[in-house]
């Protein structure tokens, strides 16, 4: 196979030598990829502004020894270019991509689902139908989900018990009183709630959401994420809320209860 | 592998960017081979740059001494400040010969997926600088791509209550090209800023 064609969404880009760049593409047949764009830093470079992250491409490569060569692209929907005019939505794309790229570990190993998870993350986002911080936090719980790593929203992570109190994130999700660890966090049950909505598309439950809720939705799933990952979500301390009227834009941290440390590695 | 202090200077070439083994062992038999005062002279500018150079205090371009020639230059227009990313940036845009006001070298863009937020770059200096009220124009010069389209969404986001007026260098065609080679992202943008011809 010296050619083959996909689609795919670019992830990142890496400077190389004098003019060259690696770009890391989530495609949708092949899985993560990562080729050599040669000469697209150059201003009079052809396809340079096609392989940009966030951009949906359709792209041609040239299989290499190490690395494979991007000889051709083709922009199937620039995301980037309505993203970059919104701060807050450009900081929660770049944790939904950083985020692709953790879960799709291996490289050309097709990873469809996430593939098509992120393209219709990206394209909610762009969309501007809901709060990004709501559409960054629908787009990790259920690429977790599609990873295995779900949370247990409705029943205690450890027995199955109905009735249930906190979340530990060490135990996978809610629990009951009894299965408790200690330190873990005890979040209202709107927040819970409102979880599970996103968790399941029901954005007229997320959007009704007060914003206190969203807040500690946000620092639990962060955590969780983090957790699972067994690494930080570098741009997920840059993501910044929509503003509120009145209220000052502040970056999401993962600090709800004692329980959010990073995965001990 | 080489005797010592020639393997030590491969080893050091081949940490310079861009430079790999190949190219390391190039370059230091080319110095065992050149005139030793040319060595000589090489060995004290690397010294020399390294012990001179610094950040200008105003605008954290390179300079020989505390502030850069840009600033110290009293014919420079203070009221227009062009903000960049890194000080190359500042030379190519000097050798335009079309900017006489200011700049503002950052020190890089925003980019959260490699963990720099604005905390990282010279932000705070910047509305130091704007906050006495003498620049009246502020031009966003980062790079064209996504990293410096959000910083410059930023910057501008951030100056916005100040009154001032922001603009941002055009996108679009490069001069002596076709059109029918240019990409539909430059080709839109270069619609998007399309001007009225004077005739």
Same mark, same amino acid.
């Given at each position: 196979?010296?050619?083959?064609?996909?689609?795919?969404?670019? =992830?990142?880009?890496?400077?190389?030598?004098?003019?060259?760049?690696?770009?890391?593409?989530?495609?949708?047949?092949?899985?993560?990829?990562?080729?050599?764009?040669?000469?697209? !830093?150059?201003?009079?470079?052809?396809?340079?502004?096609?392989?940009?992250?966030?951009?949906?491409?359709?792209?041609?490569?040239?299989?290499?020894?190490?690395?494979?060569?991007?000889?051709?692209?083709?922009?199937?929907?620039?995301?980037?270019?309505?993203?970059?005019?919104?701060?807050?939505?450009?900081?929660?794309?770049?944790?939904?991509?950083?985020?692709?790229?953790?879960?799709?570990?291996?490289?050309?190993?097709?990873?469809?689902?996430?593939?098509?998870?992120?393209?219709?993350?990206?394209?909610?986002?762009?969309?501007?139908?809901?709060?990004?911080?709501?559409?960054?936090?629908?787009?990790?719980?259920?690429?977790?989900?599609?990873?295995?790593?779900?949370?247990?929203?409705?029943?205690?992570?450890?027995?199955?018990?109905?009735?249930?109190?906190?979340?530990?994130?060490?135990?996978?999700?809610?629990?009951?009183?009894?299965?408790?660890?200690?330190?873990?966090?005890?979040?209202?049950?709107?927040?819970?709630?409102?979880?599970?909505?996103?968790?399941?598309?029901?954005?007229?439950?997320?959007?009704?959401?007060?914003?206190?809720?969203?807040?500690?939705?946000?620092?639990?799933?962060?955590?969780?994420?983090?957790?699972?990952?067994?690494?930080?979500?570098?741009?997920?301390?840059?993501?910044?809320?929509?503003?509120?009227?009145?209220?000052?834009?502040?970056?999401?941290?993962?600090?709800?209860?004692?329980?959010?440390?990073?995965?001990?590695? | 592998?080489?005797?010592?202090?020639?393997?030590?200077?491969?080893?050091?070439?081949?940490?310079?960017?861009?430079?790999?083994?190949?190219?390391?062992?190039?370059?230091?038999?080319?110095?065992?081979?050149?005139?030793?005062?040319?060595?000589?002279?090489?060995?004290?500018?690397?010294?020399?740059?390294?012990?001179?150079?610094?950040?200008?205090?105003?605008?954290?371009?390179?300079?020989?001494?505390?502030?850069?020639?840009?600033?110290?230059?009293?014919?420079?227009?203070?009221?227009?400040?062009?903000?960049?990313?890194?000080?190359?940036?500042?030379?190519?845009?000097?050798?335009?010969?079309?900017? !006489?006001?200011?700049?503002?070298?950052?020190?890089?863009?925003?980019?959260?997926?490699?963990?720099?937020?604005?905390?990282?770059?010279?932000?705070?200096?910047?509305?130091?600088?704007?906050?006495?009220?003498?620049?009246?124009?502020?031009?966003?010069?980062?790079?064209?791509? =996504?990293?410096?389209?959000?910083?410059?969404?930023?910057?501008?986001?951030?100056?916005?209550?100040?009154?001032?007026?922001?603009?941002?260098?055009?996108?679009?065609?490069?001069?002596?090209?076709?059109?029918?080679?240019?990409?539909?992202?430059?080709?839109?943008?270069?619609?998007?800023?399309?001007?009225?011809?004077?005739?």
């Amino acid at each position: 196979m010296s050619l083959y064609r996909d689609e795919g969404i670019v =992830l990142r880009t890496h400077k190389l030598g004098e003019a060259d760049r690696i770009i890391t593409i989530l495609t949708k047949r092949t899985g993560k990829v990562r080729g050599v764009a040669k000469g697209v !830093r150059r201003t009079t470079s052809k396809f340079g502004a096609r392989l940009e992250p966030f951009t949906h491409v359709d792209v041609q490569f040239h299989t290499g020894r190490t690395l494979d060569v991007i000889t051709q692209a083709e922009t199937i929907r620039p995301y980037g270019e309505s993203l970059v005019a919104d701060y807050p939505r450009y900081t929660a794309g770049s944790a939904m991509l950083e985020t692709a790229d953790r879960l799709t570990v291996a490289e050309k190993e097709p990873a469809l689902r996430q593939f098509l998870l992120l393209v219709g993350g990206l394209r909610t986002l762009v969309e501007r139908g809901h709060e990004a911080r709501l559409v960054l936090d629908a787009y990790f719980l259920r690429s977790l989900a599609v990873a295995g790593y779900a949370p247990a929203l409705e029943a205690c992570a450890k027995c199955r018990a109905p009735a249930v109190r906190a979340f530990a994130i060490v135990e996978g999700g809610v629990v009951c009183g009894a299965c408790r660890p200690p330190g873990a966090a005890v979040p209202a049950g709107e927040t819970i709630a409102l979880m599970t909505a996103l968790m399941r598309g029901d954005w007229p439950t997320a959007d009704a959401s007060e914003s206190r809720h969203r807040s500690e939705c946000s620092g639990l799933v962060a955590a969780y994420l983090q957790w699972h990952l067994e690494h930080g979500i570098r741009s997920l301390k840059h993501v910044e809320r929509e503003q509120v009227q009145g209220e000052r834009p502040s970056p999401v941290t993962a600090s709800v209860g004692s329980d959010t440390a990073p995965h001990p590695a | 592998m080489y005797e010592g202090v020639v393997q030590n200077l491969i080893d050091e070439l081949g940490m310079l960017p861009g430079v790999g083994p190949k190219s390391a062992q190039r370059i230091a038999f080319h110095l065992l081979a050149a005139d030793p005062a040319d060595v000589k002279r090489l060995a004290h500018v690397l010294l020399e740059v390294k012990a001179k150079v610094r950040f200008c205090q105003v605008c954290g371009n390179v300079a020989a001494e505390e502030q850069c020639r840009i600033c110290r230059d009293a014919r420079r227009d203070p009221h227009v400040i062009c903000v960049v990313e890194e000080s190359k940036d500042v030379v190519a845009i000097e050798k335009t010969r079309e900017f !006489r006001g200011r700049y503002h070298v950052l020190g890089g863009a925003i980019s959260p997926i490699d963990g720099i937020g604005p905390d990282d770059l010279r932000v705070r200096e910047l509305m130091t600088r704007l906050a006495d009220g003498v620049v009246t124009e502020l031009i966003l010069a980062t790079d064209p791509n =996504l990293e410096g389209e959000a910083t410059a969404t930023y910057l501008a986001r951030l100056v916005k209550p100040m009154g001032l007026k922001v603009t941002r260098l055009a996108s679009g065609l490069p001069v002596g090209g076709d059109l029918e080679y240019a990409d539909e992202v430059t080709l839109g943008r270069a619609f998007e800023g399309r001007r009225l011809l004077d005739v």
